[in-house]
């Protein structure tokens, strides 16, 4: 317990003054590629070997995505696909504390009427840097760039025992419009996925 209390004292206070949310540069690709791998947990436990690979396969799929981002068009709209970053500068030194992946996708081709709608993706913070507005500022980013690109729709996915997502995507607009279920190599564990949507304008 002490040990926790200490980490929570440690952790910064942000001034989201100092945080800039732009989109990444190609040699801030690696910065991303950390905060998402130990976001999403691929740096505990046996997975910690194959961390440097995690890393390295998520720098490397980031990097083609965005080299392709203008890779075709439908209904008269090119792909897009950003991934954007929150710098944070204090004292003359900057660091990046979060990112978050936006673009449009297309839904299946099978569909009498295939069309493309805009996505959220990868959204992480810094464990030191949560719960102080940054992933608020990287969404409603997201939104700017969204209607920028003609659309008024905005979807994700989180999955259903991510509670402090959930409440986050609830404060900001987000509605539950479909839940999934995920496969798991464990036979009785099955998680749910809940799609959310936000109208925006």
């Known amino acids: 317990m002490t040990a926790n209390i200490a980490n929570i004292a440690q952790s910064p206070v942000l001034d989201l003054h100092q945080v800039e949310i732009r989109a990444v540069r190609e040699e801030e690709i690696h910065?991303?590629?950390d905060i998402i791998t130990r976001s999403f947990h691929f740096d505990r436990g046996w997975m910690g070997w194959f961390?440097?690979?995690?890393?390295?396969?998520?720098a490397e799929d980031l990097r083609h995505r965005l080299r392709s981002n203008i890779s075709g068009s439908s209904h008269g709209k090119t792909q897009q696909q950003v991934c954007s970053i929150a710098m944070y500068t204090d004292l003359g030194k900057s660091q990046v504390i979060g990112t978050i992946e936006v673009g449009t996708r297309i839904t299946n081709y099978r569909q009498p009427t295939p069309h493309r709608y805009v996505y959220i993706s990868n959204l992480a913070v810094s464990r030191d840097f949560r719960r102080q507005g940054v992933a608020r500022d990287l969404l409603l980013d997201c939104e700017r760039l969204t209607q920028a690109w003609g659309y008024t729709e905005l979807y994700l996915h989180v999955m259903g025992n991510n509670d402090r997502g959930r409440k986050l995507y609830e404060k900001l607009g987000y509605q539950i419009v479909a839940m999934e279920t995920v496969w798991s190599i464990v036979p009785w564990h099955r998680p749910e996925r809940l799609f959310l949507c936000k109208q925006l304008g």
């Open 31 to 33: 910065c991303v590629a």
């Open 51 to 58: 961390t440097p690979l995690f890393k390295l396969g998520i």
